[in-house]
């Protein structure tokens, strides 16, 4: 049985830990619950120990639960692929969206967004290990995109997010992860706006904080092992 409370309780000390490794306060660092594939039982459990940041990619999934859930206390972040003729749920029932991956998908969201619930935080996915298989901008594409969602209405760009290849190699993490650290460092000369890395997840979040991560998504290590992916 996958004991919710304990895994969280494990899932912050690593991340306290690596914090204070990196020499940075753990404050700095939110914790995304990804909840996709879980009933809403669990993102219950997890908020009854005081979380409030969940991470969902799957749509129809996501909007039932945040039916079910709702939004008093809880803070949504959609983190998983987009279609772009499905973006009006997320610009509705979000508050945060990490996996912008190219600028018509922002458009929509901006015109989407109800304005009575604010500007909509968005993260630019960055392909940062160049593979063929993800989505995200490429380095190259990271300026046009920037002048571009910058200057939507109502969105907030916010940072950037990454899922560097899924590799067992502590350098090759630490490598990727810098990357990002580099490239969020070089944006923020003209947009300070951009504070946010969400980088991180179950198998790499130690390098990710090292690297300046101020946002990790831990999924099988917070309600164990998904069925599928
Ligand atoms: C599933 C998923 C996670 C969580 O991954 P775990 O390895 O289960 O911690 C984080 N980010 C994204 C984008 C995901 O799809």
Known sequence: MTNIAENLKAVHARMDSAAKDAGRAPEDIQLICVSKTRPARD??????????????????ESVEKVAQIGTHGVTWHFIGPIQSNKTRPIAELFDWVHSV?????????SRQRPE???ALNILLQIN?????????LLENEIEEALKVCCALPN???????AIPEATDDKALQHTNFAKMN?????????????TELSMGMSGDLE?????G??????GTDIFGKRNYS
């Open 155 to 161: 969105l907030q760009v916010r940072g950037f997010m």
């Open 207 to 211: 390098a990710a904080i090292h690297e």
């Open 116 to 118: 009575a619930l604010g």
């Open 128 to 136: 940062i290990s160049h593979e063929a298989s993800k989505s995200g």
């Open 43 to 60: 993102v219950h459990l997890a908020s009854c120990e005081g979380e409030e940041h969940f991470g969902e990619n799957y749509l129809q």
């Open 101 to 109: 991956d190219r600028i018509k998908i922002a458009e929509r969201l």
């Open 213 to 218: 991560a101020t946002m990790v998504r831990i």
């Open 182 to 194: 580099d490239l969020l460092k070089k944006y923020q000369q003209s947009y300070p706006q951009l």
